[in-house]
């Protein structure tokens, strides 16, 4: 282990999912040095560049101090008073399911379960929803559909082992990129393994790829249920692994069997023999691993996507084995963390799901007799919910959906007529926050205390070299003040995240004889303090790799094909584009953080639209110009990126500027609120806009 300075504190990048170690040292002129920790196993001392600038975003300019209530600073006790007594008269008046949190990927995951426990433990509404339904739903409801559980099967060092690596809808070079800059080192130590980019911009990704699919948006179904069709007719299959552990095989190929490369090459866009290659190489590379991300989730048919992928790993036996298997990667610091308290309003707690056992075993181990009995409204639902007036009080925790939701425009009105909105938040005038009846000052990065789980299972601890500031306060305890107030102290006398750490990790080991996947029993006397990376499974006896026994966590055991019927190719109406959204290197979310230190503004300093040549031609639109985006839902005004990248009939622009920039770039306000049938994740990589100079 690297010996660090006294003063140094070993913490964890609250960006992306990668969850990369940072070293913070804060120095005698009130700076902090941040450099990657060398031993940290996701990144051994790397970091990018959002991460690397971790110490110039921590000014208190824009934070949220003092508790606010109408926009008058007040103290803590009237500010939790008012919210305990809003919230139980809500209740009272019109019933649980009348109110709502709404969380996010950047709590920590102690943080969550407190929330989660209040809202589905003790309040008895499921209306416990996150942002991470934006994020990994589809990935949680394939992985379920597969699995029986929501397992990420990968390691990052698969990727390393790994002879092909198939990126599907991942910008991994910019979304993330210590696993990208993994990757480059291996190929360069090993220039066999192959390098495949399924995506219909030719994004930065492209740079390492040996070869790059633009297909049309939403091709990837398609493309993989004619892989599985091409491995099953090429003898490409593990009968024994199919036999022993799968169940489905014959209907899942008796759907895929007309998907010839022809009927892919014309659902997709995509050259034949292109098509072929890649098939080719997937069909001769028993170390083949998929990663996949918002390309595949944020779709109308992301979880058939997933289980389009799956299907592939499963029928080759390319699962639970070193250097192969399907891997979502998370977009957030903590959506895996948040997954596994239960923060999807379809699950109840500790990836247990609201079946009769499963709500009996919480209500017990919580000692409630409150208990949600059912699902609770999931993000786009929620919102529209709020839009009838159904939604009486909402409280919405380190999130910026005025933003970040699709229609955010109606999200915006929603909540504008919400009778009672509270923010939580570091931020002081989020655009969400603007909105809300009381402001509550949240602790952030640097001055929390927790942990985090990234998309290799592997939990990290956040940990603080901040004093917390003003009177902000950590995320547990407000929501444990109100717990106490609303009547429910005795189930939220927490004195330390370690205590919520301690009580999480017993729920996820009760009553678990193997058949639930997570199970941390092995860290309830962990000693938090010092507690290493360490990735789950963690019971006493660990297995370490998941499904590595062939043994999944569906009743019988066994993985299931699931038959997936490619949906016909979207067709925006004539005169308008394929409108992606997404990410940029530099800025993350709404740019609350980001948007602090110039350097990363300098990248891409406004919000953009990138378009084909041809298209800019036809349109008139010179490059640099600027260009109104428009449809039913609204409009934007952005400057013209004229790149052959992205490909004819389709637009991309980046979701991170909002209001509170004054840049009208809001982007989600152009998103149709559509959304995948299982999984309920919106559609953000597929709206229709039309696109004219200004
Ligand atoms: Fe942070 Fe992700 Fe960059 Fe790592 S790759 S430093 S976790 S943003």
């Known amino acids: ?175 993330h990129p210590v696993l990208y800059q993994r990757i480059v080192k291996a190929k360069a130590e090993r220039p066999d393994m192959r390098i495949v980019l399924i995506d219909p911009r030719r994004t930065v990704s492209a740079d390492i790829a040996d070869l790059h699919l633009p ?39 008796l759907v895929a069997e007309d998907w010839t490369v022809a009927r892919v090459a014309t659902a997709t866009g995509v050259p034949e023999h292109a098509i072929a290659l890649f098939y080719d190489w997937f069909a001769r590379t028993e170390k083949t691993v998929t990663v996949y991300s918002q390309g595949v989730n944020q779709s109308a048919a992301g979880t058939d996507k997933v289980n389009a992928i799956v299907n592939c790993h499963l029928l080759t036996g390319r699962i ?84 970040s939701m699709p229609e955010a425009d109606m999200v915006k009105a929603a909540l504008a007529a919400c009778p009672f909105v509270v923010v939580s938040d570091m931020s002081a005038r ?18 929390k ?47 330390s995240p370690a205590d919520i750490f301690a009580e999480h990790s017993a729920l996820t080991g009760f009553e678990n004889d193997g058949s639930r996947d997570l199970d941390l029993s092995g860290l309830i006397e962990a000693d938090y303090a010092s507690l290493a990376p360490t990735q789950w499974p963690v019971r006493r006896a660990s297995r370490a790799r998941m499904f590595g026994d062939g043994r999944f966590f569906t009743p019988d055991r066994k993985a299931r094909f699931v038959p997936v019927l490619p949906p016909p190719p979207f067709a925006p109406a004539p005169g308008r584009f ?42 008139n639109i010179a490059r640099a110009s600027l260009v109104r985006l428009s449809n039913r839902h609204g409009s934007v005004v952005v400057r013209a990126l004229v790149t052959d990248r992205q490909r004819r009939g389709h637009l991309f622009s980046p979701m991170h500027w909002t209001d509170q920039f004054a840049s009208n770039g809001r982007i989600d306000a152009l998103v149709t609120a559509k959304v995948d049938p299982f999984s309920s994740q919106p559609a953000l990589k597929m709206a229709e806009v039309e696109a004219e100079p200004v």
């Not at 290197?585 to 740019?591: A, E, I, N, V």
């Open 320 to 403: 639970g084995r070193p250097g192969m298997g399907p891997f979502s990667v998370t977009g957030q610091p903590n959506a895996m963390g948040g997954r596994e308290v239960g923060g999807l309003a379809n699950t109840l707690a500790a990836h247990m799901d609201f079946s009769p056992d499963a709500i009996d075993r919480v209500g017990r181990f919580w000692r409630s007799d409150s208990i949600a009995t059912e699902p609770g409204l999931k993000a786009v639902d929620l919102f529209a919910a709020m839009g009838r007036g159904e939604i009486k009080a909402i409280w919405i925790m380190a999130t910026n959906p005025v933003d």
């Open 1 to 175: 282990t690297l010996s660090v300075a006294s003063t140094t504190t070993r913490t964890t990048c609250p960006y992306c999912g990668v969850g990369c170690g940072v070293l913070a040292t804060p120095q005698a002129d009130g700076s902090v040095a941040i450099a990657g920790d060398p031993d940290h196993p996701a990144n051994f001392g790397r970091l990018c560049s959002k991460g690397s600038a971790l110490g110039e975003t921590l000014s208190l300019d824009g934070r949220l101090l003092y508790p606010e209530s109408d926009g008058a600073r007040v103290t803590w006790d009237e500010a939790l008073e008012r919210v305990a007594s809003t919230f139980k008269r809500a209740i009272t008046e019109f019933g649980p399911n009348s109110v709502a949190f709404y969380g996010s990927g950047q709590l920590l995951t102690e943080d969550y379960y407190v929330a989660n426990k209040l809202m589905k433990g003790f309040i008895g509404s499921g209306n416990m929803d996150t942002n991470s339904r934006l994020c990994m739903a589809s990935s949680v409801a394939g992985h379920k559909r597969a699995f029986g559980s929501d397992t990420v099967p990968g390691n990052y060092e698969d990727l390393e082992l790994a002879d092909l690596i198939v990126l599907v809808g991942s910008n991994l070079g910019w979304c």
């Open 449 to 495: 205390d927790g942990t985090v789980t990234n998309s290799e299972r592997r939990i990290s601890r956040q940990r603080p070299f901040l004093a917390l500031p003003g009177e902000a306060r950590p995320d547990w305890w407000i929501v444990s003040e109100v717990a106490r107030r609303m009547g429910f102290g005795d189930a939220f006398g927490y004195a």
């Open 578 to 619: 394929i409108f992606n959204t997404g990410r940029v290197r530099d800025h993350w979310h709404t740019m609350t953080r980001t948007g602090k230190t110039p350097r990363l503004s300098a990248h891409y300093a406004e919000p953009f639209v990138e378009i084909h040549p041809a298209d800019a031609d036809r349109l």
């Open 215 to 253: 297909l049309q948006s939403d091709g990837d179904a398609a493309l993989f249920v004619g892989l599985l069709a091409h491995l099953a007719n090429a003898g490409v299959t593990a009968p024994g692994f199919i036999a022993d552990h799968t169940s489905g095989v014959d209907a899942a190929l």
């Open 430 to 447: 989020t655009d969400t926050g603007v909105t809300a009846h009381v402001r509550l000052p949240a602790a952030g990065w640097g001055e």
